[in-house]
């Protein structure tokens, strides 16, 4: 099985958390939580699919996204 994806350090795990609580709304909570229980878990995409009830290709786009350019929103 392939490993979980792997989060560039752009925050500490602090930061991150405060980051997820302070999210404006629920799409933007979706992407955060996808971020940071990637990071934790760290949980593979088909798992933080599963939690957050979006699709695998979200979380990996949003995981791309995160890792290119950092914070998302």
């Known amino acids: 099985m392939r490993r979980p994806a792997r989060?560039?350090?752009w925050m500490s795990t602090e930061?991150?958390?405060?980051w997820v609580k302070?999210?404006?709304?629920?799409e933007a909570l979706?992407?955060?939580?996808?971020?940071?229980?990637?990071h934790?878990?760290?949980f593979h995409a088909h798992e933080v699919t599963t939690?957050?009830?979006v699709?695998?290709?979200?979380?990996w786009q949003w995981v791309r996204?995160?890792?290119?350019?950092?914070l998302l929103d």
């Open 65 to 70: 996204q995160y890792n290119r350019l950092g």
């Open 30 to 38: 979706k992407r955060r939580l996808a971020i940071w229980l990637t």
């Open 51 to 53: 939690m957050l009830q």
């Open 7 to 9: 989060i560039e350090p």
């Open 55 to 59: 699709s695998k290709s979200a979380v």
């Open 40 to 42: 934790i878990g760290p």
């Open 15 to 18: 930061e991150m958390a405060m």
């Open 22 to 26: 302070e999210a404006p709304d629920k």
